[in-house]
C-alpha cells in the first residue's frame, strides 16, 4: 500500500486519477482519490458492447498519453484493464489502481496481473519491463472494437489461456471485424506482438494514423471535479461531495473523525442488536415491509449526512478564504 501511494503522489497528468488525501489508523489506511462520475470502463463495456473506432480511438488515446506520461518516469502499471480505466460520458479515460506499478530499474521477474491481460514475457519469467503495459493496451483495444478479448480458451481453463497467449495466437473473427478498418486491425497487430522489443511503444501509438485520424474530434477535455468518496466507511450509505483542493487539508480532520465515530457506532449496533419486546395490538408487519421501512430509513439518513455536509462544506469555503496560509494533509503520523 505504501509503494502505490508513493507512486500516485508523484504522479499529475490529467488522464490519471489524483491522490487527494491518505489517512491512516491503527488497522485501516483510507485514500481519498477523485472522483470520475462514470464509472469504469469495464461496464461501459458491458452496457455498449463494443463502441465506435471513434470512440474506442479516443478511449486508446487518454491511455496511452497516460502511459507516455508514466512510462517517461520508468513506472509500468501491470495491470491495465477495463475495470482500471474510469471513463466518463464523454469518453474520457483515467488510469487508477497503482496497487501493482512498479518503478523499473531492471528486468521485473514477479508473475503479476490478470489472466485476459497478461504479456507472454510475464508468462515465460524471463525478466520483462514497460512493454507490457502496451500489450495490455492491445488487448483493451481489440475488445473495444468487438466486445470480446483476442485470447480465449475455450474450455475457460487458465492454463490452456497462458499458452494461447504465449503463441500469440488470435484472429479477427467474421463477422464480428468484417466492418472495422484495415489501419484499426493494424494498430492492433503492432501492439500484440511476442517479442517486447518489436512491441509499439505508447508514443509510436499516439503516431498511428488510426489514432491520429479516428480520434480527431474537438470535445473539450474533462474538467476534473475533486470529490471525496469514503469507499467502505458505511455498510450501505454511499456519500460524495465537492471537496476543492485548496480546502481538503482544513474540512479533512474532523470529517474523517466524524465518519470513524460514525462507522464504529454503526458496526456496534450490527455487532450487539438489542431488540425489545413491547405488547401491542397492531398487526405484525411483514419481512417486506420491514425491508422498505429500513430502505426509507437508510435513505433519510443519507439525505440528512448529505446536507450536514454540504452546510459544513460552505462553512469551509468561508473560512478557507480568510485564511491565506496553504495547509497540508500529512501522509503518515
Given at each position: 500500500?505504501?509503494?502505490?501511494?508513493l507512486?500516485?503522489?508523484?504522479?499529475?497528468?490529467?488522464?490519471?486519477?489524483?491522490?487527494i488525501?491518505?489517512y491512516?489508523?491503527?488497522?485501516?489506511?483510507?485514500?481519498?482519490?477523485?472522483?470520475?462520475?462514470?464509472?469504469?470502463?469495464?461496464?461501459a463495456?458491458?452496457e455498449s458492447?463494443?463502441?465506435?473506432?471513434?470512440?474506442?480511438?479516443l478511449?486508446?488515446t487518454?491511455?496511452?498519453?497516460?502511459?507516455?506520461?508514466?512510462?517517461?518516469?520508468?513506472?509500468?502499471?501491470?495491470?491495465?484493464?477495463?475495470?482500471?480505466?474510469?471513463?466518463?460520458?464523454?469518453?474520457?479515460?483515467?488510469?487508477?489502481?497503482?496497487?501493482?506499478?512498479?518503478?523499473?530499474t531492471?528486468?521485473?521477474?514477479t508473475?503479476?496481473?490478470?489472466?485476459?491481460y497478461?504479456?507472454?514475457?510475464?508468462?515465460?519469467?524471463?525478466?520483462?519491463?514497460?512493454?507490457?503495459?502496451?500489450?495490455?493496451?492491445?488487448v483493451?483495444?481489440?475488445?473495444?472494437?468487438?466486445?470480446?478479448?483476442?485470447?480465449?480458451?475455450?474450455?475457460?481453463?487458465?492454463?490452456?489461456?497462458?499458452?494461447?497467449?504465449?503463441?500469440?495466437?488470435?484472429?479477427?473473427?467474421?463477422?464480428?471485424?468484417?466492418?472495422?478498418?484495415?489501419?484499426?486491425?493494424?494498430?492492433?497487430?503492432?501492439l500484440?506482438?511476442?517479442?517486447?522489443?518489436?512491441?509499439?511503444?505508447?508514443?509510436?501509438?499516439?503516431?498511428?494514423?488510426?489514432?491520429?485520424?479516428?480520434g480527431?474530434?474537438?470535445?473539450?477535455?474533462?474538467?476534473?471535479?475533486?470529490?471525496?468518496?469514503?469507499?467502505g466507511?458505511f455498510?450501505?450509505?454511499?456519500?460524495?461531495?465537492?471537496?476543492?483542493?485548496?480546502?481538503s487539508?482544513?474540512?479533512?480532520?474532523?470529517?474523517f473523525?466524524?465518519?470513524?465515530?460514525?462507522r464504529?457506532?454503526?458496526?456496534?449496533?450490527?455487532?450487539?442488536?438489542?431488540?425489545?419486546?413491547?405488547?401491542?395490538?397492531k398487526?405484525?408487519?411483514?419481512t417486506?415491509?420491514?425491508?422498505?421501512?429500513?430502505?426509507?430509513?437508510?435513505?433519510?439518513i443519507?439525505?440528512?449526512?448529505?446536507?450536514?455536509?454540504?452546510i459544513?462544506?460552505?462553512?469551509?469555503?468561508?473560512l478557507?478564504?480568510?485564511?491565506?496560509?496553504?495547509?497540508?494533509a500529512?501522509?503518515f503520523?
Amino acid at each position: 500500500m505504501e509503494n502505490e501511494i508513493l507512486i500516485i503522489k508523484s504522479l499529475s497528468h490529467p488522464n490519471i486519477v489524483s491522490l487527494i488525501e491518505v489517512y491512516e489508523t491503527e488497522t485501516e489506511i483510507y485514500l481519498i482519490l477523485e472522483y470520475v462520475p462514470g464509472g469504469d470502463l469495464f461496464d461501459a463495456i458491458i452496457e455498449s458492447v463494443k463502441f465506435t473506432e471513434h470512440d474506442a480511438a479516443l478511449m486508446i488515446t487518454d491511455l496511452c498519453e497516460a502511459l507516455v506520461y508514466i512510462h517517461g518516469k520508468n513506472i509500468v502499471h501491470r495491470d491495465l484493464k477495463p475495470e482500471n480505466l474510469l471513463v466518463n460520458k464523454s469518453t474520457t479515460l483515467k488510469l487508477a489502481d497503482f496497487g501493482l506499478a512498479k518503478k523499473v530499474t531492471k528486468p521485473i521477474f514477479t508473475v503479476c496481473g490478470t489472466p485476459t491481460y497478461v504479456s507472454p514475457e510475464i508468462l515465460a519469467e524471463k525478466g520483462y519491463g514497460l512493454e507490457v503495459d502496451m500489450w495490455a493496451t492491445g488487448v483493451i483495444l481489440y475488445i473495444l472494437l468487438c466486445g470480446f478479448p483476442p485470447f480465449r480458451s475455450q474450455e475457460r481453463d487458465q492454463e490452456e489461456l497462458f499458452q494461447i497467449i504465449q503463441l500469440g495466437h488470435y484472429e479477427f473473427l467474421s463477422p464480428y471485424w468484417d466492418s472495422i478498418s484495415g489501419a484499426a486491425k493494424d494498430l492492433i497487430t503492432r501492439l500484440l506482438v511476442i517479442d517486447p522489443q518489436k512491441r509499439y511503444t505508447a508514443q509510436q501509438v499516439l503516431q498511428h494514423p488510426w489514432i491520429r485520424t479516428a480520434g480527431k474530434t474537438n470535445k473539450p477535455k474533462f474538467s476534473s471535479i475533486w470529490i471525496c468518496s469514503l469507499e467502505g466507511a458505511f455498510p450501505y450509505l454511499h456519500l460524495s461531495f465537492f471537496l476543492p483542493s485548496s480546502t481538503s487539508a482544513i474540512f479533512s480532520d474532523h470529517l474523517f473523525s466524524l465518519l470513524c465515530q460514525f462507522r464504529c457506532l454503526n458496526k456496534a449496533k450490527q455487532k450487539n442488536p438489542k431488540p425489545t419486546k413491547q405488547k401491542t395490538n397492531k398487526k405484525p408487519q411483514t419481512t417486506q415491509e420491514n425491508s422498505q421501512k429500513q430502505e426509507k430509513t437508510k435513505a433519510c439518513i443519507e439525505i440528512l449526512f448529505s446536507l450536514f455536509l454540504f452546510i459544513l462544506l460552505k462553512r469551509v469555503k468561508f473560512l478557507s478564504s480568510l485564511s491565506s496560509s496553504a495547509h497540508t494533509a500529512r501522509l503518515f503520523h
